[in-house]
Each structure stands twice: as structure tokens, then as C-alpha cells.
């Protein structure tokens, strides 16, 4: 059943259905495709970090780039603040151009950045042109997030939503344990010289084949028509719902009680976001640095120094610990991809807390079982993924919460706002839990650290029980109205009263 086209007021505004008009699609190929094609930014950001992380020991060598250990560990560094400086820059342009246009550039910046380093020239003298390229790198992964991340949300049923979106996120891990393999093949089976580039070059030549797939996905409906694109966002709906009645037959019909009034707002640039999100959605806001502040605190402290602990603690040598760190990937892996849809069913409030807060006793238990020496190498591992299945769940729904809860017309740029504050605690965590580690005689120190990482997963946890958006099944529009929508009524806007934070919603 085809629905109307949008049609213009007296006015001069847009009266539309786009946003009923995807949240009533049942899922087909056409989501399926999407999800692939979109979603490889996750594995491409955890396949570079890890191979990033195992190569770095054969960069100190003569016969690749003579690095020191100290200008190796800055190559995770720079990756990073690429990462920040993508995330700020593209999140810009994917709410002032549009998410597919975004979507293919970023994911072009990424696969030049990534094949310069594997073209890194040999000698000490070009690490700064290592670290240039690890900065382009990361500043197309930075921006996919934020492009991507807004796509999805924008074009997945309401129903789906978040597992979709957990389920994404989640596959940063099949990154890593990619990325894992990768390397243990390139160093142990390539000359030393040549490995490491083999490895850098694998992310790459998976960006050519994503763009490839990518090429024929719609821009988002729902951007175009809040921007005032109405045909051309009738022409991508169309597209969409042809594509699904291909595989599906006839589809539901559209609830006309749906139908939004719209009058495009202009582009509205960081300082203006935040007056927006402090002044309407100040617990909201709350939530979302909360969410994405504590996760990021614990995975990069944890991730970034699990191999030290390996080492230095456990006496595991250095060529074992991949394997060690296969078992951690599969656990963060599990966590999204098995109770993903719980999030969608019992609710993102109590989902959201349950991770956070359960993550963080368990490795409140974990630090007292490590203090008293009860484990080892092996249990360790079994300890940290069975942690980290549910931390990697509630992380997963962190980016979820900040790409959901705030206008459209602003998500990408708030996404790259909350992501960059979350690399910065994460950075000082990987830090903070480095010094720590020490030489490994003082487990006591890194117990507090990790006293520290679980108090903060149970902030965290606390925060989403008085203020998360109860966001399950429900249209955007409805979690958070447009600035563009105009004349609808106050009862249809989702309101969350003392949890959620919204008193007025902007444009009301």
C-alpha cells in the first residue's frame, strides 16, 4: 500500500508522513543491506585499534621504522585525537549535508589515512608522517560514527531500533577479533618488514568493498525532509518501500494520526547545540555524558592495559597474549548481539541500569578475587569477558541514547560532542591504569584502579535509573520532537517528565 506524498500549507510549511512511514515497514533485505554496509565502521575502528596495539613491538625494529617504545604508544595516541577531530568536523557537515553523503567521504578518509600508513616509507625520521596518517585515519572512523550511528537510528523501524543499534555498535569486537588474526598471521607468517604493512593494509581494502555496497543506499527520508528536501525525500522513501514490498508483499498501512507539520529550521552550529541541549534536554544531556564517560573510562583503562596485566602479573608471554585476547572480544561480542532485543522489550531504562550496574559489582568482585591472588592468566580472561558481556551491551546502548533522545536536526553534531568527551576520559583512563600497572610488584594499585572503573560503571548505572529516556518502540519524532515540526500536539510529544528531563519541547 503506497501512502501519499507530503504536501505543502498555506503557510508554506510541509505536511508529511516519511517518519510513519518507516517506523510501519516490516523489516526485509533492504534493512538487512543497510545494517551491513553502515555497520562495518564499528569493525573497522576495532580492527585498526588492535592491529594498531599488536604490530607496535615490530615498529621498534631496524628493518621497519625504528621506533621507540614510547613513540609506538603515541601511535594509539594520535589515532584517537583524529577520532575527536573527525567525530567534531563530520558530525558538522552530516546535519548541515546529509548522512549518505557523509557516510561514503568519511569512509574515503578512512581508506586513504589508513593506506598511507601502510605506506609509511622505513627509517625513525617519518614518524611524524605515521602519526599524520593515524590522525587521518581516525578522523574518518570519528566522523563514520557520528554519520552512521545517525543513518541508522533514522532509517531502522522504531521497534528494531535498539537492538539494531546495540547489535552495530557491538561488532567493534568482531573487529578486534578480526584484527587479532590479522596480525598473528602477518607477523608470524610475513617477513617482519613487510607484515606489519600487510596488516594495516587489510582495513583499506574492506573500505573499498563497503563502498561499494554503500553506493546505492538512500540518504536518510527523514533528514531530507526535515531540510526541506520534500521530493527528493519522496523519491528515497519510494525507493525504500519498493524495495521492501519486493521481498514482502503488500505493506502495512500508514497511520495518518502520524502526519507532521514541518518548517526547515537552518543549520545550527555547536555553541546553539548546547544552549539547545542544556536548555530543553538538560538531564538528558546528563544522561549521555554520564552513559558514554563511564564505559569509556572502564574499556579504554581496561582494553588498553590488558595485556600489561597479562604480562606483568600473570607471566604470560607476549606471543600468547592474543589468544587471551580472543576470549575477551567474544565475550564483548556476545553481550549486544544475545540481549540486544531485550533492550527493545523490557525497556531501555531498566536494560541500560541492569548492565551498568551489574558490570560494575562484578568487577568489584573481580578486583577482590585478583587482590587476594585467586587468579590466574585463564581465569582472569574468564573473569573480564563474562564482565565486559554485559559492560559491552550497556556501552552499546550508550551510543544508542545519544543518537535517540535529541532532535534530528542536531544528532549527529550532539553524537560527536558526547563521543569526543568520552575519548577524552577514556584517554586518561588507559593513562591513569598504565601508572598503575607500574612494573607489576604492587597488584594493591591497580586494584584501587579497579575499584575506581567499577565505581564508575555503578554511577553510571545510577544515572540512567532516575533519567533514561523510556525510548523503547517509539518513532523519534516522539522521543525527542524535530526543532523543524510545527502543530503538533503537546500530548503526542514524548514527554519524561522528572526522569527524562524535557519541560518544553523547542519549537512546541
Not at 92 to 104: A, I, P, T, V
Not at 245 to 263: H, W, Y
Not at 327 to 347: M, S
Not at 451 to 468: C, E, P, Q, S, T
Amino acid at each position: 500500500m503506497r501512502a501519499a506524498p507530503q504536501t505543502a500549507t498555506d503557510s508554506g510549511a510541509i505536511r508529511s508522513l516519511i517518519p510513519a512511514r518507516i517506523d510501519r515497514l516490516p523489516w526485509s533485505r533492504f534493512h538487512t543491506r543497510m545494517v551491513v554496509a553502515l555497520g562495518v565502521a564499528w569493525v573497522l575502528d576495532g580492527l585498526e585499534i588492535t592491529i594498531a596495539s599488536n604490530v607496535g613491538p615490530d615498529l621498534t625494529l631496524k628493518g621497519t621504522l625504528n621506533m621507540s617504545a614510547g613513540a609506538v604508544a603515541d601511535i594509539a595516541t594520535w589515532y584517537l585525537i583524529g577520532q575527536v577531530i573527525g567525530a567534531l568536523f563530520f558530525g558538522q557537515l552530516s546535519d548541515k549535508l546529509g548522512r549518505r553523503n557523509l557516510f561514503m567521504i568519511t569512509l574515503a578518509v578512512y581508506l586513504i589515512g589508513s593506506g598511507l600508513t601502510a605506506a609509511t616509507p622505513a627509517g625513525g625520521k617519518w614518524f611524524i608522517f605515521l602519526y599524520a596518517t593515524r590522525v587521518l585515519a581516525g578522523s574518518g572512523i570519528g566522523g563514520e560514527y557520528a554519520a552512521i550511528n545517525s543513518a541508522i537510528d533514522e532509517m531502522i523501524p522504531a521497534r528494531y531500533r535498539g537492538r539494531v543499534d546495540l547489535a552495530v555498535n557491538g561488532t567493534y569486537w568482531a573487529g578486534a577479533f578480526l584484527g587479532t588474526i590479522v596480525t598473528l598471521i602477518a607477523i608470524n607468517h610475513i617477513e617482519t618488514k613487510l607484515g606489519w604493512r600487510v596488516a594495516y593494509l587489510v582495513g583499506p581494502v574492506l573500505a573499498l568493498v563497503i563502498i561499494y555496497v554503500r553506493r546505492n543506499l538512500p540518504e536518510s527520508p527523514r533528514w531530507q525532509i526535515m531540510h526541506g528536501h520534500a521530493a527528493e525525500a519522496e523519491g528515497s522513501i519510494r525507493e525504500i518501500e519498493e524495495d521492501v514490498a519486493a521481498s514482502k508483499g503488500n505493506l502495512p498501512p500508514v497511520d495518518r494520526g502520524q502526519e507532521l507539520e514541518i518548517r526547515p529550521t537552518e543549520n545550527i552550529g555547536y555553541l546553539a547545540l548546547l544552549r539547545t541541549l542544556f536548555r530543553y534536554y538538560p538531564s538528558r544531556s546528563v544522561l549521555g555524558a554520564a552513559l558514554m564517560i563511564t564505559q569509556s573510562f572502564l574499556y579504554n583503562a581496561i582494553f588498553f592495559t590488558y595485556g600489561l596485566v597479562l604480562e606483568f602479573f600473570f607471566h604470560v608471554r607476549t606471543g600468547n597474549t592474543p589468544y587471551y585476547f580472543m576470549a575477551f572480544a567474544v565475550g564483548n561480542l556476545a553481550g549486544p548481539l544475545t540481549i540486544g532485543r531485550l533492550f527493545d522489550t523490557i525497556g531501555r531504562r531498566k536494560m541500560i541500569s541492569f548492565t551498568y550496574l551489574l558490570s560494575g559489582v562484578l568487577l568489584i568482585i573481580t578486583a577482590q578475587l585478583f587482590k587476594a591472588g585467586s587468579l590466574n592468566a585463564t581465569t582472569q580472561t574468564l573473569c573480564w569477558s563474562v564482565i565486559f558481556f554485559f559492560a559491552s551491551a550497556g556501552a552499546s546502548a550508550g551510543y544508542l541514547t545519544v543518537s535517540e533522545v535529541f532532535p534530528l536536526e542536531v544528532r549527529a553534531k550532539a553524537i560527536a560532542v558526547f563521543f569526543a568527551i568520552a575519548q577524552c576520559f577514556g584517554f586518561a583512563g588507559s593513562h591513569l591504569y598504565g601508572h598503575l600497572i607500574g612494573n607489576g610488584h604492587d597488584p594493591n594499585s591497580l586494584y584501587w584502579g579497579y575499584l575506581l572503573g567499577a565505581g564508575a560503571m555503578i554511577i553510571g548505572g545510577l544515572v540512567a535509573v532516575f533519567f533514561a529516556v523510556d525510548a523503547e518502540g517509539k518513532a523519534l519524532e516522539d522521543v525527542a520532537k524535530p526543532l523543524s515540526v510545527i502543530g503538533k500536539p503537546a500530548e503526542a510529544i514524548f514527554r519524561t517528565g522528572q526522569h527524562g528531563g524535557l519541560g518544553s519541547a523547542p519549537g512546541s
